[in-house]
């Protein structure tokens, strides 16, 4: 509990709350930040959490709940802040959000709950994912764990792939009663939060407790198992007893811009690259010897616009790189990283080329990437994704010298279980067919969602599928009915 002596009164008469401003994250400074993997944002002190808490104006329709895809209760949590009660409101959050720690840190609040908060109308709005990230690591300081204490149905469901729609399916399954084992292929668990995102956004230690914290439940978690290889979805069902299968096995394989010089040395994807600093502890070099080129004093560009694009750059630059770009072939507001990723970026002396568009990886001659050649290109007529089309412009060719290059476009379908497993419907992309509000697919007792089902998304609206599914699942094991 806060010391009340140096809380705001909570009774702050409403036009004195809308007086107060935003308050700011603290952070590394960025010339420090550049150079080291620790986490950026340092997280709220009580006293800028109770600051911030009582910036809200408890709206009758409060729409930051209603534009969160899993439902937080935001007013009621950001109440309890305001009465000092920061493990009530960490509970709070829980009802709904099994990785409050995570999705404090690195949901997109400024598309959901932050998005349509009413003080975005004519200021900033509430920090939402500031002070979620506040309770839920205050909770995790105190060392208070919730174990649903919930009569055992009986019932067993097996949970394919360990990212957050999963976490959250095995979560929400677990407090209604039923038996849930996670089955993971790699040999750590948190899907893309752990072999994606970095270090310095997300600490591996903030995933380990939320996971510990899910163990702690009752959930079991396997890895080294690639389901579809190690074992199938109907093995699952018919010999191991599974009741239903939720399969939530994401889009990790990386599309390629298919132009010349991709094959040379020193061009990676985004997942490669990523996975092997995160998950192969390159971030630690020397202490873990660096399983990528060495990209100390090199000049290395990453072409695309998107969190992942993002995170490989400002990891080479932590990792030694001279020059830093990104590449990206539309203009900053068609970039569909987070806005804070964006700012934090170029504080970090990132160098943006934008409407810049690669066209070809250049050879050193021995097989080794020397520059990329690229055209400028201008926006026209959006395209079917609602955002400008880019268009080349004609003779605007020039070349950048570079050692390193990450392709960062997009990913697709992860196809293993796809192929192995009959009768699942799928789309022309190799996307599972889910239904959107039961996430059934067209197998009995099997359900999928995240980004196996949507293509690439987030974090939170793969968290939203999996508690959809959850409660599909949940009515189909009580009902029988499909
Ligand atoms: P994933 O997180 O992809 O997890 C799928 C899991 O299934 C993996 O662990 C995989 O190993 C496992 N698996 C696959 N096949 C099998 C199999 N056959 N058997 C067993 N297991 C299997 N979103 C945000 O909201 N904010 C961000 O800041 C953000 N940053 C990102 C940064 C990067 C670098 C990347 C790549 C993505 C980022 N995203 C971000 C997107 C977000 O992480 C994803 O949308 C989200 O993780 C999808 O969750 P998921 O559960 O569907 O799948």
């Known amino acids: 509990m806060a010391d009340r002596a140096e809380c705001p009164p909570a009774s702050l008469p409403l036009r ?40 809200c104006l408890d709206c009758r329709k409060p729409l930051c709940m209603q534009n969160c895809p899993v439902g937080v209760k935001v007013q009621e949590f950001v109440d309890l802040i305001v009465a000092g009660d920061f493990l009530g409101a960490a509970a709070k959050i829980r009802e709904d959000n099994v990785l409050p720690a995570i999705t404090g840190r690195v949901c997109p609040q400024e598309d959901h709950c932050e998005g349509s908060c009413v003080l975005a109308k004519k ?30 149905t009986g019932k067993k469901v097996a949970v394919v792939g360990s990212g957050p729609s999963g976490l959250t399916v095995a979560g ?74 939720f399969i939530g096995t994401g889009a990790g394989a990386p599309l390629f811009m298919n132009i010349p010089g991709e094959q040379l040395n020193g061009v990676y994807s985004a997942n490669e690259f990523l996975t092997r600093i995160n998950l192969m502890k390159a971030y630690k070099f020397p202490e873990y010897d660096q399983p990528i080129v060495d990209i100390r004093g090199k000049d290395v560009a990453v072409i695309g616009g998107g969190n992942t694009a993002l995170d490989a750059i400002r990891t080479a630059l932590r990792l030694g790189a001279r020059k830093a770009y990104v590449l990206y072939r539309r203009s900053e507001a ?9 700012r934090h970026a170029r504080q970090e002396g990132i160098d943006f080329r934008l409407l810049t568009n690669p066209t070809e990886f250049l050879s050193n001659g021995e097989g080794w990437l020397s520059g990329v050649r690229c055209v400028r290109m201008q926006l026209g007529e959006p395209d079917a994704s609602g955002r400008r089309r880019p268009v080349p412009i004609n003779g605007s060719e ?51 969602g995240g980004d196996i089902v949507t293509g690439s998304a987030t974090v939170i609206l793969a968290m939203g599928a999996g508690r959809r599914a959850a409660k599909s699942i949940h009515e189909y094991l009580t009902t029988g009915e499909w």
């Open 16 to 55: 004195e709350r809308m007086k107060i401003p935003r308050q700011h994250m603290p952070e590394q400074p960025a010339i420090e930040r550049a150079a080291n993997f620790s986490e950026v944002n340092l997280g709220y002190s009580e006293e800028l959490a109770l600051q911030e808490a009582l910036r």
């Open 398 to 448: 020039f070349d950048l010298p570079l050692s390193v290059a990450v392709i960062s476009v997009g990913t697709s379908a992860n196809p293993v279980i796809q192929s192995t497993t009959p009768g699942l419907a799928t789309d022309k992309r190799g996307y599972i067919q889910a239904d959107p509000i039961t996430q059934r697919t067209s197998c009995k007792g099997v359900f999928a």
């Open 172 to 245: 929400d399954l677990i407090q209604r009663g039923h038996q849930v084992r996670v089955l993971e292929a790699l040999h750590e668990l948190g899907g893309v939060l752990a072999y994606g995102i970095p270090e310095f956004r997300l600490p591996r230690n903030i995933i380990k407790q939320q996971i510990d914290y899910l163990r702690a439940t009752g959930i079991e978690f396997e890895t080294n198992v690639i389901v579809g290889k190690t074992v199938t979805i109907d093995e699952l069902m018919q010999e191991e007893g599974y009741d239903a299968v």
């Open 123 to 152: 200021g900033e709005s509430l920090g939402i994912g500031y002070l979620e990230r506040f309770v839920a690591d205050y909770e995790q300081r105190m060392g208070v764990f919730h174990v649903p204490a919930v009569p055992p």
């Open 334 to 342: 068609e970039m569909p990283a987070r806005a804070e990723e964006i």
